[in-house]
């Protein structure tokens, strides 16, 4: 079973359209698919920010938190029940924990870019966390 949350070039847009509206650290689109592996992928942009600034890092934060939740919330299949709680919070465990060392690595290289004017870590502008559906 393959779950897709969005697709297509309009769906994106409207998102992105939708996000950037509703908060500045929302601005860049947030991306979410399902390849085929009954896996979902999020995407989190922030190549718009510049991450040597602690506002920009605030900023990739509340993305990453907001593309985890809604990654959760497509991951997991389920009829409310008392053990929906307990598999949301294993997954937004699971998200972090690919989350945190992407966003180092990327502030990381923003700071060094921005004292040394040149990195040795390969740049990237995108968080990418990819979980498998849950069921119950």
């Known amino acids: 079973m393959t779950k897709?949350?969005?697709?297509?070039?309009g769906a994106a847009c409207t998102v992105a359209a939708a996000l950037s509206l509703a908060s500045p650290?929302?601005?860049a689109p947030l991306v979410v698919t399902a390849p085929a592996g009954d896996m979902v992928v999020q995407?989190?942009?922030f190549a718009d920010l510049d991450l040597a600034s602690a506002e920009a890092q605030t900023a990739l934060n509340s993305r990453v938190s907001y593309g985890i939740r809604r990654l959760c919330y497509a991951t997991t299949s389920f009829e409310?029940?008392?053990r929906s709680g307990i598999l949301l919070s294993h997954c937004r465990r699971a998200a972090w924990?690919?989350?945190r060392p992407q966003i180092s690595t990327a502030v990381g290289r923003a700071q060094m870019a921005a004292s040394t004017g040149h990195s040795s870590v390969a740049a990237a502008a995108v968080i990418t966390i990819s979980l498998p559906l849950m069921t119950h």
């Open 97 to 99: 924990l690919q989350a």
């Open 43 to 45: 995407k989190i942009s």
């Open 25 to 27: 650290a929302l601005a």
């Open 80 to 82: 409310r029940s008392p």
């Open 4 to 9: 897709l949350i969005s697709t297509g070039v």
